[in-house]
């Protein structure tokens, strides 16, 4: 073998590899993981074990379409959810979980990006709501299918948010399934759970594992 043969040979393999590295990079690739501390919102004339439990970091939420609001004299729809710290821009920020819905659960959000409580009156209450809606379609805002058919299967999610570009980014089992621009604000928080929509089934379930929130440094 040449050495121009030996030279090209080498080279095929070392494009090979780049290919193949960029192909495995994923959605976290990049990003350092943040302590996970969150609090829990649910029915408020209920005990959080209600609503609300955990085993082998298993999370089980749920809530029933006759349900209070989660705080007296809110005038929301009923939820159970799981909400993590505020962040403010500049920052890259990422929610992951892999998450499964029981059949018979329809019309609620199981994910969303909130605009802070003192920004919301201003820009809106969510810049991002991914929904369980037409008895088993995963949907951005009850519009785009990110996933169909996905009632008693674990999904991967991820959801990056980089609040200088205004970009949404939704991967379904690792793949990019929605962009989006946020709503322009500058301080939001992600939640996890059940938020009935309108039309919401009589209960509404989710069970969660692998949470992790991301940041890029």
């Known amino acids: 073998m040449t050495h121009t043969t030996q030279w090209r040979a080498g080279a095929c393999i070392f ?12 959605p976290t690739d990049g990003f350092a993981e943040q ?7 649910h029915p408020y004339d209920l005990n959080e074990g209600e609503r609300y439990s955990e085993d082998h970091g298993v999370y089980h939420l749920w809530v ?10 809110n005038k929301t729809l009923p939820r159970t959810e799981m909400r993590f710290p505020d962040y403010s821009s500049p920052a890259v920020m990422q929610f992951e979980a892999d998450m499964m819905v029981p059949s018979g659960t329809n019309n609620v959000c199981i994910c969303q990006i909130h605009t802070s409580n003192e920004e919301s009156p201003k820009f809106g209450a969510t ?4 929904d369980v809606r037409d008895n ?14 996905i009632y008693d ?3 991967h999610l991820n959801v990056i948010h980089d609040t200088s570009k ?7 089992n690792n793949k990019l399934a929605d962009s989006k621009e946020d709503n322009k604000a500058t301080s939001f928080y992600f939640k996890c759970g059940v938020y009935e929509q309108h039309g919401g089934s009589n209960e509404m ?6 949470v992790k929130l991301w940041s890029k440094p």
């Open 15 to 26: 494009l090979a590899f780049l290919a193949a590295s960029a192909a495995a990079a994923g």
């Open 64 to 73: 029933r379409n006759t349900d209070k609001p989660f705080a007296e004299g």
């Open 205 to 210: 379930h989710v069970y969660v594992k692998n």
């Open 127 to 130: 810049t991002c709501m991914i």
């Open 153 to 155: 299967q674990w999904f």
């Open 166 to 172: 205004h970009t949404i980014d939704a991967y379904v």
């Open 136 to 149: 088993g379609e995963l949907r951005q805002y009850n519009g785009k299918v990110l996933l169909a058919h």
């Open 35 to 41: 302590k996970l501390t969150f609090k829990v919102q």
